[in-house]
């Protein structure tokens, strides 16, 4: 797997073998989020991943939501906060606050 | 993401044309921007974030937009085909630097030292001509030959090279800089030589000496606060 920060060709590549592929994308962040906006996550059906869009913290919820998406179609905005509150939400722990794009590669 | 969008955008990062790839939010409509057709706000939107290499969201009238900025990859020009060259490379290809390796010395500037790199055989002056070191583009020589560091140097300085680190002793350097002052070059111009090149971490071998110099550009770039290079 590359290393690289291009991970919409990572999505790309994926899709043309023949993968069902959706992209999250962070769209906006407050606070100390790890990732600045245009961080990109890469997920197959199949259940291959590539890049991130937090320090670790919400990317099993993104997978989560990605797989809904690669289903229905219907992009999703998702929105994390704080997970000190309710110790289950998914959240960050840093503090900070992101919003996440997720939509499918069609 | 459509298939038109997708295909659009490997166009214009292969072109290496900056684009912003605008996303209606939460409903998902793309376009790619610049855009004739597209409203005024939304392409000066588009423009302040190329301009600015940030992506983010912005809201225009009623509508929020994520505006990704798709900039070609920084460029990395390393003088030298040497073995901190070699190290240097892979670090700088997944920091998102597109690196082109110079150096006239074929048995240095060889495939086999340098796979899946570009790399040039021209003289560093004519090369670094060649390759007009813009404002995203760092330059480093670690020839330690001055017939080859000096003239890329040169040309580096009168570039808008955002980085120009250069190797050597701070003795070397010294002497550089007083050859570099005899091609006509200014102390305010020279300071922008980061010599000895690299943050100072104590590196002692070539992939350490390369992780420093991988370091200080980056901190350059993010405009990290540095320790200035101690006078020669």
């Not at chain 2, 670690?142 to 009168?158: I, Q």
Request: aromatic share 4%.
């Amino acid at each position: 797997m590359s290393l690289s920060e291009d991970i919409l060709s990572t999505a790309a590549a994926w899709r043309a073998a023949g993968e069902q592929v959706a992209i999250a994308t962070v769209t906006e962040t407050w606070g100390s989020s790890p990732r600045p906006a245009g961080s990109q996550m890469a997920v197959t059906k199949s259940g291959r991943m590539a890049g991130s869009v937090s320090g670790g913290c919400i990317e099993g919820a993104v997978a989560d939501a990605a797989m809904q998406t690669i289903e229905s179609g219907t992009p999703q905005l998702l929105d994390f906060g704080v997970s000190h509150e309710k110790a289950w939400e998914v959240g960050l722990a840093c503090g900070g606050k992101v919003k996440v794009f997720v939509e499918r590669l069609n | 993401m459509t298939p038109d969008i997708l295909a659009a955008l490997e166009q214009a990062k292969q072109n290496k044309r900056p684009v912003v790839l605008a996303t209606r939010l939460p409903s998902g409509e793309q376009r790619l921007l610049p855009d004739p057709d597209a409203p005024a706000d939304l392409n000066e939107a588009a423009t302040r974030a190329l301009d600015r290499d940030e992506s983010g969201t912005v809201k225009l009238g009623d509508t929020d937009w994520f505006l990704h900025a798709y900039n070609p990859p920084l460029r990395l020009i390393v003088v030298g085909a040497v073995h901190i060259a070699q190290a240097l490379v892979p670090f700088a290809v997944p920091c998102g630097f597109s690196v082109t390796v110079v150096d006239p010395r074929r048995s240095f500037a060889s495939d086999e030292r340098f796979p899946d790199t570009v790399i040039s055989t021209d003289w560093p002056d004519e090369a670094l001509d060649k390759f007009a070191p813009d404002s995203r583009t760092a330059v480093v020589t670690l020839t330690h030959d001055p017939k080859l560091d000096d003239p890329a140097l040169d040309r580096a300085l009168k570039s808008q090279a955002f980085y120009i680190g250069a190797l050597g002793s701070r003795r070397t350097h010294a002497a550089r800089l007083n050859r570099l002052r005899e091609l006509g070059h200014q102390d305010d111009a020279l300071s922008r030589i980061r010599g000895p090149v690299g943050l100072n971490i104590e590196a002692v071998t070539a992939p350490e000496i390369a992780l420093s110099i991988i370091a200080e550009i980056v901190a350059v770039r993010r405009n990290a606060p540095l320790p200035s290079k101690p006078a020669p």
